[in-house]
């Protein structure tokens, strides 16, 4: 099956600093991707969609220049959260969109991030 | 997007069927009915897509009525590792719908 992995799969800043997540699809091209953000005991919720070579397109209340998603080819795409403070500590997963018949979409399997 | 209820938590015992439903009113007729189970601290996992009528598959089984607005998961003897949150999914798959997660049916399976 369709294999989706995130780097690192946990991290710990410094408040003020910034942190990448970078989001691979492993065996397959996916020209689209997806940004979620999960607080604990809650459900997944949208970041934002990335599209291979555009710029990506945001959920209302999602500061795009907090969170810069990079989706430079059609197996990465990034998400680096700027100036990171303890509020942002959560759990960041993405997905990726199998191009095909029924558009599958492969979930990677998170990132936890705690802002110190 | 077509906006989904499910029943906020179930409870069941290792060996007994669940079935989860999943209302979805307003569905669009291109509209797919997707399923995924999620663990603490993972990223969901897909268990099963389906359009109308019933759709099975090694894990479980999903139920649709003709009318299409609910659907079913059935989960055939749920065992304790079944424990998970379950999200049901409606959207345009050819069009290359958003995911936009509900607030999923957190089941507990007992010994």
């Known amino acids: 099956g369709a294999v989706v992995s995130q780097h690192p799969s946990r991290v710990i800043c410094k408040s003020g600093t910034s942190v990448k997540i970078e989001c691979r699809s492993l065996?397959?091209?996916?020209?689209?991707m997806f940004w979620y953000r999960q607080f604990p005991k809650q459900s997944l919720m949208l970041m934002a969609t990335s599209n291979e070579g555009s710029k990506a397109t945001y959920e209302q209340g999602v500061e795009k220049d907090k969170f810069l998603i990079n989706h430079a080819s059609l197996t990465l795409s990034t998400l680096t959260v700027t100036s990171a403070h303890p509020e942002d500590s959560s759990f960041y997963i993405c997905s990726a969109r199998r191009q095909g018949a029924g558009n599958e979409q492969f979930f990677g399997p998170g990132t936890r991030l705690t802002v110190l | 997007l077509a906006k989904t209820t499910q029943p906020i938590s179930m409870d069941s015992y290792e060996g007994q069927e669940v079935n989860i439903t999943c209302s979805h009113n307003?569905?669009?007729?291109?509209?797919?009915i997707t399923w995924y189970q999620q663990f603490p601290s993972q990223g969901p996992r897909f268990i099963i897509q389906g359009y109308k009528t019933k759709v099975t598959n090694e894990v479980a089984s999903l139920f649709i009525p003709a009318d299409r607005k609910s659907s079913t998961l059935s989960l055939p003897r749920v065992s304790l590792s079944d424990t998970a949150v379950y999200y049901c999914?409606?959207?345009?798959?050819?069009?290359?719908?958003?995911?936009?997660f509900g607030a999923g049916t957190r089941l507990f399976v007992k010994a």
């Open positions: 999914l409606v959207g345009d798959m050819a069009g290359g719908f958003k995911t936009i």
């Open positions: 065996d397959f091209q996916a020209t689209t």
């Open positions: 307003n569905i669009a007729t291109n509209d797919y």
